[in-house]
C-alpha cells in the first residue's frame, strides 16, 4: 500500500517570502514523487518530479523539491512567494516498479500568498 | 501538440441516471487512467486503460465503467448515479514507458441532485 500526507490545509505566507508545502510518503519500495498545482475549476497542472538522481529536483515556476529518504518526505519550495502562486497544491506518489500508472494523491494543501 | 480535452466541463445528472465522460488523450499518449475528485480532496484512482483493456483499478463499484478506442480516447460510464458521485472527473494520458510524463485534463464537473 502506498500514501501521502500533506499535514497543513492552508498555508498562508507573504509576497516575497520563502513558501514551503509539506508532503510526506509511504511506499514498500522506491518511489517516484511529483507536484500538481491546481487552479479554481481546472485540472492538475505538473510542477515537478522525483525518479532518481539528485534529491534537489527543480520544477516550473521557480519550485524546487527536496527528497529526502530517511524522512520520507518530499516538501515543495519557492525562495521566492508570488501572489499567482496562490492555489491548491497536491504531492502525489507512484510505486517505481508498479503495474498501470496509479497516482496516489496526498488531501492537498491551499497555498494563499498575500500581497 | 494538444493537451488532454475532457467533455462536457459541467454535467447535472439526477440519482439513478447513467453519465458518460469523454477523453481525448494528448497526441502521442496511448494510456488513460480516470480520476475522482470529491470536493476539498485530493484526486482517487479509478482505472487505467492500455490498448484498450482496463489494467489497473482502483477502489470503485463495477458500476464505474471504462472505454479506451483504437485512437486512444476514452469513455468514463456511471451507472445509477449516487449523490456521492458529485466530483470533478480528472482524466490522465501518458506515453508508454515514462512513466513520468503525465498529461491531466481540465475535467469533467459532474453534479448529482
Known amino acids: 500500500a502506498q500514501s501521502v500526507a500533506q499535514p497543513e490545509d492552508q498555508v498562508n505566507v507573504a509576497e516575497g517570502n520563502p513558501l514551503t508545502v509539506k508532503c510526506t510518503y509511504s511506499v514498500s519500495g522506491n518511489p517516484y514523487l511529483f507536484w500538481y498545482v491546481q487552479y479554481p475549476n481546472r485540472g492538475l497542472q505538473f510542477l515537478l518530479k522525483y525518479i532518481t538522481g539528485d534529491n534537489l529536483v527543480k520544477g516550473s515556476y521557480g519550485f524546487e523539491a527536496e527528497f529526502n529518504k530517511s524522512q520520507t518526505s518530499f516538501h515543495l519550495k519557492k525562495p521566492s512567494a508570488l501572489v499567482s502562486d496562490s492555489a491548491l497544491y497536491f504531492c502525489a506518489v507512484r510505486l517505481l516498479k508498479a503495474a498501470g500508472n496509479k497516482l496516489t494523491f496526498g488531501g492537498g494543501t491551499r497555498v494563499l500568498v498575500k500581497p | 501538440e494538444t493537451g488532454v480535452t475532457q467533455s462536457p466541463t459541467h454535467l447535472i445528472k439526477t440519482r439513478g441516471q447513467q453519465v458518460t465522460l469523454r477523453c481525448s488523450s494528448q497526441?502521442?499518449?496511448?494510456?488513460v487512467s480516470w480520476y475522482q475528485q470529491a470536493l476539498g480532496q485530493g484526486p482517487q484512482f479509478i482505472f487505467q486503460?492500455?490498448?484498450?483493456?482496463?489494467?489497473g483499478r482502483g477502489n470503485f463499484p463495477p458500476r464505474f465503467s471504462g472505454l479506451q478506442f483504437p485512437n486512444y480516447s476514452s469513455e468514463l460510464n456511471v451507472n445509477a448515479l449516487e449523490l456521492d458521485d458529485s466530483a470533478l472527473y480528472l482524466c490522465?494520458?501518458?506515453?508508454?514507458?515514462?512513466?513520468?510524463?503525465?498529461?491531466f485534463g481540465s475535467g469533467t464537473r459532474l453534479t448529482v441532485v
Open positions: 497526441s502521442g499518449h496511448n494510456t
Open positions: 490522465a494520458s501518458s506515453p508508454t514507458g515514462k512513466i513520468e510524463g503525465y498529461t
Open positions: 486503460y492500455y490498448r484498450e483493456e482496463e489494467n
